[in-house]
């Protein structure tokens, strides 16, 4: 059964996968509107169960405490990063969750390497870690906007035009580091459209209870929307690798990109596949130890084990065994038809 989940999942995705070594160009590779023939509804149930996967996948993660996973969330304004958030970690334990926002860098980041404050906030072993921006702002935001770059103290023969390769070649290899250490890496861009951007952001203006939601900022930014185009289509070429690859995710449609990323999530913890460890012999000896114990402990008229009296084993219903079932219908068709001799 999980293996069939797992690779309807995986042809789910496989047309929003950057494939690695290949030329990506955003506005002809890449439609913000796809929705793979999808209707609304039958969105709103499959991420229910995309939900409930991952919640499955989240305790056995947790609980094998061995791999980790960081998941990079990267849009422009109102693309969606917070809703798909809130929409796709729904059901899972919070205590194995952590979310990281990264703003403007403090003075004391800009006095470390660009990496440094984003390797504090890793996840550690049986969490899932998520980047609300990521790393890959140093090749974004940094790139389109050079002020930012020169805050950063970089010794003036390292500010060439080499530099964006040069940061391309090192966040690969540091997220391939975090790989062979059992972390890994998986990197979503919600994909929108010009137009859309739009729509969102005269929505926020028009409603009274979204106001907070809208910066004048984010206008300013829009004005840089070719530049980002070009910028996100070399990152996503130089980036998307096997052991990290990136998933482009069309968020035209809110419920559709919530889809798409429960898939690519669920996909990566499936990859893993993280099992419940195995207690052992002699952890499992005491175990029956304690539980006959707690059995014998149990009121007059209440159950020894309640758990076991409402889950019956295999092949056991209602506390009847089915040998018992059959026994009692052998003997009700006895006694009809001795009845109907005497008839």
Same mark, same amino acid.
């Given at each position: 059964?999980?293996?069939?989940?797992?690779?309807?999942?995986?042809?789910?995705?496989?047309?929003?996968?950057? =494939?690695?070594? @290949?030329?990506?160009? /955003? &506005?002809? #590779?890449?439609?913000? !509107? *796809?929705?793979?023939? +999808?209707?609304?509804?039958?969105?709103?149930?499959?991420?229910?169960?995309?939900?409930?996967?991952?919640?499955?996948?989240?305790?056995?993660?947790?609980?094998?405490?061995?791999?980790?996973?960081?998941?990079?969330?990267?849009?422009?304004?109102?693309?969606?990063?917070?809703?798909?958030?809130?929409?796709?970690?729904?059901?899972?334990?919070?205590?194995?969750?952590?979310?990281?926002?990264? =703003?403007?860098? @403090?003075?004391?980041? /800009? &006095?470390? #390497?660009?990496?440094? !404050? *984003?390797?504090?906030? +890793?996840?550690?072993?049986?969490?899932?870690?998520?980047?609300?921006?990521?790393?890959?702002?140093?090749?974004?935001?940094?790139?389109?906007?050079?002020?930012?770059?020169?805050?950063?103290?970089?010794?003036?023969?390292?500010?060439?035009?080499?530099?964006?390769?040069?940061?391309?070649?090192?966040?690969?290899?540091?997220?391939?580091?975090?790989?062979?250490?059992?972390?890994?890496?998986? =990197?979503?861009?919600?994909?929108?459209?010009?137009?859309?951007?739009?729509?969102?952001?005269?929505?926020?203006?028009?409603?009274?209870?979204?106001?907070?939601?809208?910066?004048?900022?984010?206008?300013?930014?829009?004005?840089?929307?070719?530049?980002?185009?070009?910028?996100?289509?070399?990152?996503?070429?130089?980036?998307?690798?096997?052991?990290?690859?990136?998933?482009?995710?069309?968020?035209?449609?809110?419920?559709?990109?919530?889809?798409?990323?429960?898939?690519?999530?669920?996909?990566?913890?499936?990859?893993?596949?993280?099992?419940?460890?195995?207690?052992?012999?002699?952890?499992?000896?005491?175990?029956?130890?304690?539980?006959?114990?707690?059995?014998?402990?149990?009121?007059?008229?209440?159950?020894?084990?309640?758990?076991?009296?409402?889950?019956?084993?295999?092949?056991?219903?209602?506390?009847?065994?089915?040998?018992?079932?059959?026994?009692?219908?052998?003997?009700?068709?006895?006694?009809?038809?001795?009845?109907?001799?005497?008839?």
């Amino acid at each position: 059964m999980a293996d069939d989940r797992a690779e309807r999942i995986a042809g789910f995705i496989a047309p929003l996968r950057v =494939k690695p070594g @290949s030329k990506v160009r /955003l &506005d002809r #590779d890449f439609d913000p !509107r *796809y929705k793979a023939g +999808l209707k609304k509804q039958e969105g709103i149930e499959l991420l229910r169960t995309g939900v409930s996967l991952l919640a499955e996948y989240q305790e056995r993660l947790a609980a094998q405490d061995t791999f980790g996973v960081l998941l990079c969330l990267q849009a422009l304004d109102a693309g969606g990063k917070d809703g798909t958030i809130r929409h796709v970690m729904s059901g899972v334990n919070p205590q194995g969750v952590s979310v990281s926002s990264f =703003k403007v860098p @403090s003075s004391e980041e /800009l &006095d470390h #390497d660009y990496l440094w !404050r *984003y390797a504090r906030r +890793l996840p550690g072993r049986g969490e899932i870690g998520i980047f609300n921006r990521s790393h890959y702002e140093e090749v974004l935001v940094v790139r389109v906007h050079p002020e930012v770059l020169a805050r950063q103290k970089l010794p003036g023969e390292q500010c060439g035009p080499d530099l964006w390769e040069r940061r391309y070649r090192e966040i690969n290899r540091w997220e391939r580091y975090l790989t062979d250490n059992g972390f890994k890496v998986v =990197k979503i861009f919600l994909n929108l459209s010009k137009e859309e951007q739009r729509t969102r952001f005269l929505k926020r203006i028009d409603l009274p209870e979204k106001n907070w939601k809208f910066s004048a900022a984010d206008v300013r930014e829009r004005r840089h929307w070719d530049e980002y185009q070009e910028a996100f289509s070399e990152m996503l070429s130089a980036t998307s690798t096997k052991w990290a690859p990136w998933y482009v995710v069309p968020a035209d449609r809110k419920w559709f990109a919530r889809i798409c990323a429960a898939a690519v999530l669920a996909h990566t913890l499936m990859d893993i596949a993280p099992r419940f460890p195995d207690v052992g012999e002699e952890a499992r000896k005491e175990l029956l130890v304690t539980r006959r114990e707690l059995a014998q402990e149990a009121p007059a008229g209440v159950p020894a084990d309640p758990y076991t009296a409402g889950h019956p084993p295999a092949g056991r219903s209602g506390g009847r065994s089915g040998g018992r079932r059959k026994k009692e219908r052998k003997g009700r068709k006895g006694r009809k038809g001795k009845k109907g001799k005497r008839g």
